[in-house]
């Protein structure tokens, strides 16, 4: 099993630029998110989504956009880059139910500089 | 709102010893409570998870934590300490599932340091 792909691992971007971030996960997940780690702060959740065609903000979701067409993938979009935006993002997946639910499986992480 | 509390950034124990690393927790209603392990360079890996019931819970790689409820507690534990362990590890809260997702809130995170 795959579990969660995160492509790229690595990004450096100049300030204005777009790009998106791609996440696909292979367990038939519900519930697909993405979080920034900034140091000193830990993770926070810019989006997250509970299904296929169904996605909400989470604590710091400005700068930033997704869609959830497919179970499968979870792209994050960075409109116009913004030095703030350098971070380590990581997309994690669980099911919304069960023994499993809220148990979240990460992707390896896409580390983006912005200059 | 709910809310993880790690308040040591960084834990030093020598190898073979005891390791504990400290969280407490805020939420309105009953917790659902997680550790996951961060390596260098990696994603966050699940150790191990608090539902309810027994409050001593044992996960990945001999790591165990205890549920405090009055001292809103989740503190993790291993009896001794190797240096692979050395890594960052977080905390983390959420209401018990019923019928969906619930908002999954980190810590901080812990670096732990053991020496040999």
């Known amino acids: 099993n795959a579990g969660v792909t995160q492509t790229p691992k690595f990004q450096v971007l100049k300030t204005g630029q777009s790009m998106t971030l791609q996440c696909a996960q292979d367990?038939?997940?519900?519930?697909m998110s993405w979080y920034r780690q900034d140091p000193g702060m830990g993770l926070r959740l810019i989006h997250y989504?509970?299904?296929?065609?169904?996605?909400d903000q989470g604590e710091v979701p400005n700068g930033y956009n997704v869609s959830r067409s497919t179970t499968e993938d979870f792209p994050l979009r960075l409109l116009s880059a913004a030095p703030s935006q350098t971070s380590v993002y990581f997309c994690?997946?669980?099911?919304?139910?069960?023994?499993?639910?809220?148990?979240?499986?990460f992707g390896a992480g896409s580390r983006l500089t912005v200059l | 709102a709910q809310s993880v509390a790690q308040p040591e950034d960084q834990v030093n124990v020598a190898e073979g010893n005891p390791l504990t690393v400290k969280c407490t927790y805020s939420v309105s209603g009953n917790p659902y409570l997680f550790w996951y392990v961060q390596y260098p360079n990696r994603g966050l890996q699940f150790l191990l998870k608090?539902?309810?019931?027994?409050?001593l819970v044992k996960g990945s790689y001999g790591f165990e934590a205890e549920f405090n409820k009055s001292q809103t507690s989740f503190h993790l534990k291993k009896p001794s300490a190797l240096v692979s362990d050395s890594a960052l590890y977080f905390c983390?809260?959420?209401?018990?599932?019923?019928?969906?997702?619930?908002?999954?809130?980190f810590g901080t995170g812990t670096k732990l340091q053991v020496i040999p």
């Open positions: 994690a997946s669980s099911y919304n139910r069960g023994l499993g639910a809220n148990v979240l499986t």
């Open positions: 983390a809260v959420s209401l018990r599932p019923s019928g969906g997702y619930q908002k999954v809130t």
């Open positions: 989504s509970v299904g296929a065609g169904i996605t």
């Open positions: 367990m038939n997940h519900e519930y």
């Open positions: 608090y539902i309810t019931g027994d409050n």
